[in-house]
Protein backbone atom coordinates (compact mmCIF):
# COMPACT_ATOMS: atom_id res chain seq x y z
CA UNK A 1 0.00 0.00 0.00
CA UNK A 2 1.52 3.29 -1.26
CA UNK A 3 0.25 6.08 -0.09
CA UNK A 4 3.34 8.92 0.36
CA UNK A 5 2.17 11.28 -2.22
CA UNK A 6 4.32 14.34 -3.90
CA UNK A 7 1.79 16.75 -1.86
CA UNK A 8 2.28 14.59 1.28
CA UNK A 9 6.47 14.04 0.86
CA UNK A 10 6.66 17.90 0.13
CA UNK A 11 4.67 18.72 3.40
CA UNK A 12 7.55 16.56 5.01
CA UNK A 13 10.36 17.84 3.46
CA UNK A 14 11.33 21.31 5.85
CA UNK A 15 10.39 19.85 9.13
CA UNK A 16 12.79 17.01 8.76
CA UNK A 17 15.04 19.06 7.28
CA UNK A 18 15.01 21.77 10.10
CA UNK A 19 14.71 18.50 12.52
CA UNK A 20 18.08 17.12 11.06
CA UNK A 21 19.92 20.51 11.81
CA UNK A 22 18.40 21.17 15.48
CA UNK A 23 17.80 17.12 17.22
CA UNK A 24 21.64 17.08 17.30
CA UNK A 25 22.01 19.44 19.51
CA UNK A 26 18.93 18.57 21.46
CA UNK A 27 19.84 15.09 21.99
CA UNK A 28 23.40 15.91 22.85
CA UNK A 29 24.45 14.31 19.64
CA UNK A 30 28.37 13.50 19.31
CA UNK A 31 29.48 11.41 22.89
CA UNK A 32 31.19 8.39 20.64
CA UNK A 33 31.99 10.99 17.32
CA UNK A 34 31.72 14.96 16.90
CA UNK A 35 30.74 12.88 13.42
CA UNK A 36 27.53 12.39 14.40
CA UNK A 37 26.55 16.14 15.63
CA UNK A 38 28.26 17.16 12.62
CA UNK A 39 26.86 14.90 9.50
CA UNK A 40 23.26 15.36 10.56
CA UNK A 41 23.50 19.26 10.59
CA UNK A 42 24.91 19.20 7.13
CA UNK A 43 22.55 16.75 6.00
CA UNK A 44 20.11 18.92 7.07
CA UNK A 45 21.11 21.73 5.33
CA UNK A 46 21.46 19.66 2.13
CA UNK A 47 18.08 18.36 2.63
CA UNK A 48 16.60 22.20 3.11
CA UNK A 49 18.33 23.68 0.22
CA UNK A 50 17.71 20.53 -1.40
CA UNK A 51 13.56 20.20 -0.89
CA UNK A 52 14.15 24.56 -2.24
CA UNK A 53 15.07 23.67 -5.76
CA UNK A 54 12.67 20.47 -6.11
CA UNK A 55 10.14 20.52 -8.74
CA UNK A 56 7.26 19.80 -6.53
CA UNK A 57 4.60 22.83 -5.41
CA UNK A 58 6.74 23.89 -2.30
CA UNK A 59 9.81 23.96 -4.36
CA UNK A 60 11.01 27.85 -4.83
CA UNK A 61 13.23 27.20 -7.52
CA UNK A 62 12.18 24.28 -9.09
CA UNK A 63 15.50 22.78 -11.19
CA UNK A 64 15.65 19.67 -9.38
CA UNK A 65 13.25 16.72 -10.81
CA UNK A 66 11.24 15.01 -8.10
CA UNK A 67 12.33 11.80 -9.05
CA UNK A 68 15.76 12.86 -8.63
CA UNK A 69 14.76 14.43 -4.83
CA UNK A 70 13.67 10.71 -4.17
CA UNK A 71 17.21 9.37 -5.55
CA UNK A 72 18.99 11.30 -2.66
CA UNK A 73 16.55 10.90 -0.31
CA UNK A 74 17.13 7.04 -0.97
CA UNK A 75 20.92 7.22 -0.69
CA UNK A 76 21.13 9.11 2.33
CA UNK A 77 19.07 7.16 4.38
CA UNK A 78 21.64 4.16 3.27
CA UNK A 79 24.57 6.59 4.29
CA UNK A 80 22.34 7.06 7.64
CA UNK A 81 21.27 3.20 8.07
CA UNK A 82 25.63 2.76 7.39
CA UNK A 83 27.20 5.61 8.96
CA UNK A 84 27.13 3.54 12.87
CA UNK A 85 29.17 0.92 11.15
CA UNK A 86 31.63 3.27 9.01
CA UNK A 87 31.97 5.64 12.25
CA UNK A 88 31.70 3.85 15.48
CA UNK A 89 28.82 5.54 16.12
CA UNK A 90 27.81 4.36 19.82
CA UNK A 91 24.47 4.31 21.87
CA UNK A 92 21.90 7.17 21.04
CA UNK A 93 24.51 8.62 17.97
CA UNK A 94 23.48 4.89 16.63
CA UNK A 95 20.38 4.49 17.65
CA UNK A 96 19.34 8.36 15.90
CA UNK A 97 21.44 7.73 12.87
CA UNK A 98 19.25 3.91 12.44
CA UNK A 99 16.00 4.97 13.11
CA UNK A 100 16.66 8.08 10.92
CA UNK A 101 17.82 6.26 8.04
CA UNK A 102 14.84 3.42 8.29
CA UNK A 103 12.07 6.57 8.37
CA UNK A 104 13.27 7.54 5.55
CA UNK A 105 13.69 4.47 3.56
CA UNK A 106 9.49 3.32 4.76
CA UNK A 107 8.69 7.42 3.36
CA UNK A 108 10.64 6.76 0.00
CA UNK A 109 9.17 2.92 -0.68
CA UNK A 110 5.79 4.02 0.49
CA UNK A 111 5.47 6.66 -2.39
CA UNK A 112 2.69 6.69 -4.21
CA UNK A 113 3.57 6.52 -7.67
CA UNK A 114 2.81 9.95 -10.11
CA UNK A 115 0.25 9.45 -12.79
CA UNK A 116 1.56 10.75 -16.32
CA UNK A 117 -0.72 13.35 -17.81
CA UNK A 118 -0.56 14.30 -21.25
Known amino acids: MKFVTKRI???LDYPVAIALMV???VL???SSSSLALQLSVTVGVAAF???LLTDHHLGVVKVVSYKMHLIVDFAV???FLIAPFVFSFEGIDAYYYWINGA???SVVSLHKPE???T
Do not use: S
Request: no cysteine.
Open 9 to 11: HAF
Open 23 to 25: LPF
Open 28 to 30: GLG
Open 49 to 51: VLT
Open 77 to 79: AVV
Open 103 to 105: AVI
Open 115 to 117: VAT
